[in-house]
């Protein structure tokens, strides 16, 4: 896809990332200016190695180990696999590592503390940079957290980039660990985190069955919701506190102890009830209803999920393919998009999008040696 806009030359980037879900490593290839152009290449996923992941799954457990302890055996591992998984790539799709402009390194976010002015995402860009001769950009979260912004998301402006021809006001909604919006209407962006996605859940169903998640929501399809459970959910300060705002992945855990009392399928039933009263709250935070919501992430595979979002949001809610958006890369291609804005000095956050106090730019580039 190529979106309409004035012209310069397009840089080759590859943008690479695990999310909070940590279900593999996406990388993908897009063409871009940092504005408006932008040619969408190709994207894979690549799985974490098994006992790596588990390590992140303790480290991101315990924030206070995942915010104060040294870590760098695990992220030595983590740029590694990350590493490799561009490798494969380059190999799978032909393209020689000397094409690419920039890799835009996202990481492994294991902390996320935005009102410590804190957050931390594995992975270093030196040691990429080093390992494909090409300049890497990484730590893009950082300089916004250091000014007082929310550091997430991120993706907004790419939103902006790939929708600039769609009917609006559009909301675009991510369903990752954490659930995002951006709010698009006539070049206005407003993006904030609007509460649990599939971290809740996905951690629930490996604790009882011992699988990564439920799969397309049959078991919560198969469960009668806690209504009263998701209400007093609902309580919690932060669906109150006006956007922009981000959360940790662990952030409602805590609050949600509750679900450990119910079956399995009412459990996930719960959780799931609970993520789209969380996206229906969003709309308090925006300046008008959208004309219609796609949705991105391993979330829109979910069925039971859609279904829920339809019939509460009452307008039209599809998975971002109705647009030939590729939703299984989005963030991967955002990363590379924001590297080339990072080469050129351009934003990469707004005070629209993570409470930061001016547009900002972001991300720390890391030469090849020699």
């Known amino acids: 896809m190529t979106t309409s806009g004035r012209r310069s030359r397009l840089l080759k980037a590859i943008g690479v990332i695990s999310g909070t879900s940590m279900d593999g490593i996406d990388v993908a290839l897009v063409a871009t200016d940092g504005k408006d152009a932008v040619s969408v290449r190709a994207g894979a996923t690549y799985p974490y190695p098994e006992e790596l992941r588990k390590k992140l799954q303790a480290v991101i457990a315990d924030p206070e180990a995942a915010e104060k302890t040294p870590l760098d055996d695990i992220e030595a591992e983590v740029t590694k696999a990350h590493g490799d998984a561009i490798a494969q790539f380059l ?8 094409t690419i402009d920039v890799i835009g390194l996202h990481g492994q976010t294991v902390c996320h503390r935005p009102e410590r002015h804190f957050t931390r995402q594995l992975g270093s860009g030196a040691e990429i940079a080093k390992r494909f001769g090409v300049t890497t950009v990484y730590r893009f979260r950082h300089a916004d957290v ?16 790939l929708a600039s021809e769609l009917d609006q006001p559009l909301m675009v909604l991510n369903l990752g660990g954490v659930g995002n919006v951006t709010w698009l209407d006539d070049g206005t962006v407003i993006a904030f985190d609007t509460g649990p996605a599939n971290a809740l859940i ?21 469960g009668e919701p806690d209504k009263d459970m998701v209400a007093a959910f609902m309580q919690h300060p932060y ?49 008008r209803p959208p004309v219609r919501w796609l949705v ?20 039209q809610v599809s998975p971002v393919e109705a647009v030939r958006w590729n939703g299984d890369f989005l963030e991967a291609q955002c990363f590379g998009y924001l590297a080339v804005r990072s080469l050129h000095g351009l934003p990469i956050s707004l005070p629209s999008t993570t409470g930061v106090p001016q547009p900002l730019t972001g991300g720390e580039q890391c030469q090849p040696e020699g």
């Open 202 to 222: 996905d951690d629930f169903i490996r604790m009882r069955r011992g699988v990564h998640c439920d799969e397309g929501g049959q078991i919560a399809a198969s």
């Open 296 to 315: 991105a992430g391993g979330g829109r595979h979910n069925a039971h999920l859609m279904r829920r979002l339809a019939a509460e949001l009452k307008t």
């Open 91 to 98: 190999a799978d799709k032909g393209i020689p590592a000397n």
């Open 146 to 161: 250091a000014a007082g912004g929310q550091g997430a998301p991120l993706v907004p402006l790419y939103h902006k980039a």
């Open 239 to 287: 669906f109150a506190k006006p956007a922009p705002k981000s959360l940790d992945r662990n952030e409602f855990h805590a609050a949600a102890a509750g679900v450990e009392n119910l079956s399995d399928a009412d459990g996930a039933a719960t959780l799931a009830e609970f993520t789209v009263a969380a996206v229906v709250a969003s709309l308090h935070h925006v300046p």
